[in-house]
């Protein structure tokens, strides 16, 4: 219970409550996704093509020294057989190299393949060239094939496809797996029967360029819960942590994903985690799913329909790539339907939650998105932070003084009336929304000269002090007015020491509220004798 004295007269004097609570600074992690490749990759084990294949031997010598880059090499000895003066003719020798034990990381967009030949020929009589296809189905299906024409007979490095380069087609990650990949070397020239030139291949390495979505959750900014999707008013600046939010009120939190990557993502289900109380940083911090949480819960908001579609709202988020993609508004889950960006678009999510928890030091939290709990490809430039109101309490607060009208005496009653009190303030930061009434209680008045006079007498032939809330009004800083009303205009008597001025039924009044426009009248009774009176009202709230 909380006890507030005010004394009336030329003064009215009652103690402040000031709450308020240091801003830290938001935590940022910059990073930047760019492409990548694997770096040049060794075969491992390899075949001859032994039919329709040349002299169906491929590199019959050593064919396992091309597996890495040395001294020594695999050698195919008077290559072919009758013709082989293209790639793909029967008379040409070919031998398959595979197991390249390619790795990579989930979300990998394909853009190039680039293979190499370190090789060397006998003689550059009837221009002998070696040609490179690719399998994706463990040798069943190839792509057309890359043709080199050998300009050395000492080794030389050689070229097939490259950093943009995908052999015709679009591939799968799938598709790179030691089941499913094959290079293919061939061996020709141009005469017309069978070749007498030997090809010496030291190295056949891989290299798989490839490109990654980069989801940055760049901006955020907090909402409060007041109107519809695109009309209601922001708690605070963007990319701004919001303080003093009070426990049980309903909060929203807005969130931008902009694809800064050169791939576009997957499906992606944009999940909403929060730390732990109190981590040393967002980027260090343990994260949980919302609806895992001990400390926040998603907040069904009368505003919202879950899963309804996101707009671009103006003077929200900035714009941080070129076409706003819609998201989704989110109050009974904490867990968007799948969202495709490309590498040009970014999207907007709202989140309508609220805190539970019972600490009561004022604890803060940072939150990030994620796929479905996977961090994979995703940038937190910025996570979205918050603390909350610490010292979780009733607290009311009232004006420091005020004066009544004065009047003259008189032969008849009369009455000092429209006198304000001023701004009287409560808030509740309590856990478990218990509701609470604001009362006040008087005693009578006392003078300078030792004269009194009653407060709470029949009002005609003694002293009565009314309470007037006729003209008061309540308003809402934080927090729902719903379950809060006023009491009614009563003046103090024998029978009344106690007059009710704003109640909050159980489930309500968590939050910050003003009430204003409350008046104090007296009746002063005939032949009052003049002098300075002074009374004490105590306010309580509880």
Known sequence: MKYLRIFLASALAINLIFTGWPISLLSNQINQVQAADTGFLNATSNAAVTTNAGDNNGYQTNPTNAYADNTNSAVDTDSGANTNNTCTVIGSDKHNYYNYNIS???????????????????????SPFSCVQLSWDGGTTWTTATSQTLSATAQTTYTYGGSANIWGRTWATSELTNANFRVRAINGDTRNNRS?????????????HYSLPNRDQIHYRWRNDDNSETAATWAANEDTKLTDLATNTIIRLRMEISNEGAASTPSTPYRLEVSGANPSSCSSATYTRISASADWQMANSSNLTDGNSTTNVANGLTDENTTFVAGQVKDTSDETTGITLTSTQFTEIEYSLKSITND??????????????STNNFTYTRYAEVAIMAAGELALTAPTSTTMTAVNYSFSGQTSSGNSLGLLNITDTRGGTPGWSVDVTGEDWTATSSE????????????????????????????????????????????????NIITATAGNGTGDYDINGINLDQFIPANQPTSNYTMVLTFTAS
Do not use: H
């Open 196 to 208: 007498n030139r030997d090809f010496s291949l030291d190295w056949i390495p891989v290299k798989i």
């Open 452 to 499: 009194t006079m009653d407060y709470d007498g029949d009002g005609t032939n003694t002293g009565q002090l009314t309470i007037d809330l006729n003209s008061a009004s309540i308003t809402a800083n934080s927090g729902s007015l719903s379950g809060l009303s006023l009491g009614g205009t009563d003046s103090f008597d024998s029978g009344t020491n106690n007059i």
């Open 360 to 373: 009561d030091t004022g604890p803060s939290y940072c939150f990030r998105l994620t796929n479905s709990g």
């Open 104 to 126: 990579l990381p989930s979300e990998a967009v394909i853009t190039g393949i680039e293979v190499k030949q370190d090789i060397a020929v006998d003689s550059l009589t009837d």
